[in-house]
């Protein structure tokens, strides 16, 4: 079985939950025993690493050709204890008006008055906060005098403090960002009223984005302790009935109720000897009479769906399990020993890829079935808690890669014809068709598919714990065609014109005011190879308010550079390349991506060193000039990526030490509506893994690359380059292959020529006193040549070079790439420059991303 991760690279890593193991976690005690395979591997996307993995893995042999250790045996069990959940009351009563407004006692909070004052709406199932202002003085008095000597005051922790959505401000500050944006004010002024108006109305009859973003508390299957109410939106139904094993699939036994809102709900009494109505794991669906026929779907709100052997449509679980159900699954294998991997190898996140359950597995997770249900190709939505808990006490971010760009064309366990109309949760006709992927699209303009895809995110926060996203398919979302067949050249009218989708925009920053607003600590990052303006902007000035965006230009680049004689790379073009971006707007850049590691393509590794890496990557034998230039190239890239790339840094796993091959799912035949038939392999795991083993062999090439990666990360961790505000490039020499940066107190030097080593050749550089090599592409450890004398110390010299007030000699062999550190300071000021800088940059936290894939045969 396979699963994908990211990770990603902060410089400092605020977690959204303290601790791994919270009170409110929906989990019940469970021991989860571990017993691993004697073969996996993984694919990931590491930021920064540092890599002393304990935990090895034993190896597949896909080629004869292929050098790897021996076999070891590392089976084992392990044995963690997860926390008793709460489990939450529901009545089997309709929505109930949001009217009765009162009060929060006001003592809870003493200590925050001063802040804010918070209402609870009552429903007659418990409480939903949301935030009013109040009189700032007359709560600091009142708080002044409440508070006695002697008297004990408790400090509210983050966790318990209340959460406040900001409410929308003038959304006129991108003027003042970007005065070019002034030209299109109409449709961003447009834009941004749609989306206050979107707001207000939210306020106004759902009680605000607190509240409209918890649909999973009323829709769906809710538990009571008197029973189970099941509620589902489906207003083409014409009638509807809960069917499933636990009523033998009877259509006429449990029938639900239609309200004038198109939502049909049943409540299930508990049995006579207090036992729930529909047994754990159960299979159920929704029979309903629609306009194109008798149908049986998974209710849209399932949390868990299962593929059973033989079948395939899914079929919807009813899930809620015992107080003990141990299971053997991939999650916790994650869990145990790739997290630690990617803890010593230096990265500080982690992006979780396909947990939104998928029917088809080669769709690398995004032809989203059942948005709700984590996949159960890897274990239970336990499994995927304890992997989460485990992460934070590691210190690691955990993301998730989230999918409301589209979903599945599945009818019989997906969303589509949900309620037998085309237009139910998308856009009806063609224009709710994504031609290219064969799926549906969202229509954001519906109050329901908002609560939907709203309370979606909401629900993987604060059910999971997972502290932020990774938005996937955002170009596709906001532009009517999807960006297909289209070429963006930065002028402002193909942003903002009639091809905008302004609904999907919208939605966007609603659920970036969501996020924020209730998880202030919490990432966002959207996949947009547009450069929409404003894109990283908050939504209160006017913005779409992601955090970062994804600088998917890089990877292609380098795929396109690779493809060209070394003589033919152009250093301007590669610079420009790397630092074209929104001024404040952050970008989490990498040299690789998945799709090009996926069959059909290949990696980075092997468009370099192609199937020489099958012979020639065991030090006990000669190299050859493609493995040398190749390992030499690899490590360049990766680290001119980092250095100049954005504000954070992704790796898709494996690529930390030029995994050679690409990654391929199990999968049959499949027939596309318009009758091509695209080959399967069998249903194959051959290529379904990362060999992780071959970084960790000391006798192989990978491993030289693999340290190189180690240090690289840990270079960022030591000096904090990519949060420096301090960038300037003092050289693209177009004739000597050079480039040349600044980044903080270090200098940057690559050398991509391929025969030509430079004596005494002079930097340029800001600060004087003396430097020192910090990391060296050849160093003998990284697999290189060890030309450069490391105990050398480098002294500057006055005098203007390259636009720099100063500047030392240094030895650049050929492709290599040098990063010098200033060690000692001198006691003067650094001199005033008139010369132009390349834009500034923004930065906070750099971002380092890692994507596993997990095998189990």
Aim: proline share 5%; aromatic share 12%; with cysteine.
């Amino acid at each position: 079985m396979v699963y994908t991760i990211s990770g990603i690279r902060f410089p400092v890593v605020p977690s959204l939950h303290k601790s791994s193991l919270r009170g409110d976690r929906r989990t019940s005690s469970y021991s989860l025993f571990l017993k691993k395979s004697n073969s996996f591997s993984r694919t990931s996307l590491y930021a920064k690493f540092s890599h002393d993995s304990e935990s090895k893995s034993s190896t597949i042999a896909e080629s004869d050709k292929v050098l790897i250790p021996e076999d070891q045996d590392i089976s084992a069990s392990v044995k963690d204890q997860l926390e008793t959940p709460e489990i939450i009351s529901e009545d089997a009563q309709s929505f109930q008006k949001l009217e009765d407004l009162t009060m929060k006692d006001e003592n809870k909070y003493n200590l925050d008055e001063a802040a804010s004052s918070y209402r609870e709406v009552g429903d007659g199932q418990g409480s939903v906060m949301s935030s009013s202002p109040v009189d700032v003085n007359t709560n600091a008095q009142a708080n002044k005098t409440s508070v006695h000597s002697g008297e004990k005051v408790k400090i509210l922790s983050d966790e318990d403090k209340p959460k406040i959505i900001p409410p929308p401000g003038t959304g006129q500050k991108i003027y003042e960002i970007d005065s070019f944006l002034k030209a299109h004010s109409q449709h961003l002024d447009f834009r941004y009223g749609q989306y206050k108006r979107i707001r207000e109305e939210i306020d106004k009859y759902e009680g605000g984005l607190d509240a409209f973003s918890r649909g999973y508390e009323k829709l769906g299957f809710t538990r009571s302790a008197t029973g189970i109410t099941y509620r589902e939106w489906a207003p083409g139904a014409k009638s509807a009935a809960l069917v499933g094993d636990f009523n033998n699939w009877n259509p006429n036994a449990d029938v639900m109720t239609r309200d004038d809102f198109g939502v049909w709900e049943i409540f299930l009494p508990n049995n006579a000897d207090g036992s729930p109505p529909i047994p754990h794991g159960s299979r159920v669906k929704i029979h309903m009479n629609t306009p194109s026929g008798i149908k049986d779907s998974i209710p849209a709100w399932i949390k868990f769906s299962v593929q059973a052997p033989g079948e395939i449509p899914y079929n919807g679980i009813y899930y809620d399990p015992p107080e003990e159900e141990p299971k053997i699954n991939t999650y916790a294998n994650f869990r145990d020993d790739v997290l630690p991997r990617i803890k010593k190898l230096g990265y500080n996140a982690v992006q979780i890829m396909a947990i939104q359950e998928h029917s088809y597995y080669a769709s690398f997770g995004y032809h989203v079935t059942n948005f709700f249900a984590p996949s159960s190709r890897f274990g239970t939505p336990e499994d995927l808690k304890s992997l989460i808990d485990r992460a934070h006490e590691l210190g690691l971010l955990v993301l998730m890669d989230i999918v409301h760009s589209h979903a599945s064309n599945n009818t019989l366990d997906g969303l589509n014809m949900f309620d037998g109309t085309d237009g139910h949760y998308f856009h009806p006709g063609s224009r709710g068709y994504h031609w290219m992927w064969d799926s549906r699209l969202f229509n954001y303009g519906s109050w329901e598919v908002l609560r939907y895809l709203l309370s979606n995110a909401r629900w993987w926060l604060d059910e999971y714990k997972f502290d932020g996203f990774r938005f996937d398919g955002v170009t596709s979302m906001m532009y009517t065609h999807h960006g297909l067949q289209v070429s963006f050249t930065g002028n402002y009218n193909e942003y903002f014109g009639f091809a905008t989708d302004v609904d999907a925009v919208v939605y966007l920053m609603l659920v970036n005011d969501l996020i924020h607003g209730l998880f202030p600590e919490a990432v966002t990052i959207g996949e947009d190879v547009s450069g929409m303006p404003t894109f990283c902007v908050p939504t209160q000035d006017g913005g779409i308010g992601f955090n970062y965006r994804l600088h998917m230009a890089i990877a292609d680049k380098w795929i396109e550079l690779l493809k060209k004689k070394d003589e033919d790379w152009r250093m301007g073009d590669i610079v420009h390349t790397l630092t074209n971006r929104r001024w404040l707007e952050k970008c989490v850049a990498y040299a690789e991506s998945h799709d090009q590691a996926l069959v059909g393509d290949k990696t980075l590794a092997f468009w370099l060193m192609d199937k020489d890496m099958y012979d020639f990557m065991a030090l006990d034998r000669p190299s050859t000039p493609l493995i040398d230039r190749g390992i030499a190239l690899h490590k360049m890239i990766r680290l001119i990526t980092m250095g100049l790339g954005g504000e954070g840094y992704l790796n898709f796993m494996g690529n930390e030490f030029g995994h050679p091959e690409w990654i391929d799912f199990p999968r049959g035949e499949q027939h596309l509506p318009n009758g091509v038939v695209v080959p399967g392999n069998n249903n194959s795991f051959d290529k379904c893994r990362r060999r992780f083993d071959l970084g960790d062999a000391e006798y192989l090439r990978y491993h030289g690359m693999q340290e190189f990666d180690q240090a690289m990360q840990h270079l960022e961790e030591s000096y904090g380059f990519m949060t420096s505000e301090h960038q300037y490039i003092s050289r693209k020499n177009e004739g000597d292959k050079v480039i040349i940066f600044e980044r903080d107190n270090l200098v940057f030097v690559f050398n991509f020529h391929w025969t030509n080593s430079y004596s005494d050749y002079r930097v340029g550089c800001l600060m004087p006193g003396k430097y020192k090599i910090v990391l060296d592409s050849d160093d003998a450890l990284f697999g290189g040549f060890n030309r450069i004398n490391h105990t050398a110390e480098y002294f500057t010299s006055e005098g203007w070079y390259d636009d720099r007030p100063r500047s030392f000699l240094v030895y650049a062999p050929c492709r290599t790439a040098v990063v010098y550190a200033l060690v000692d300071g001198v006691d003067s000021e650094p001199v005033e420059q008139s010369v132009e800088v390349e834009q500034p940059v923004e930065v906070e936290q750099p971002v380092e991303i890692e994507q596993s894939v997990e095998v189990e045969p």
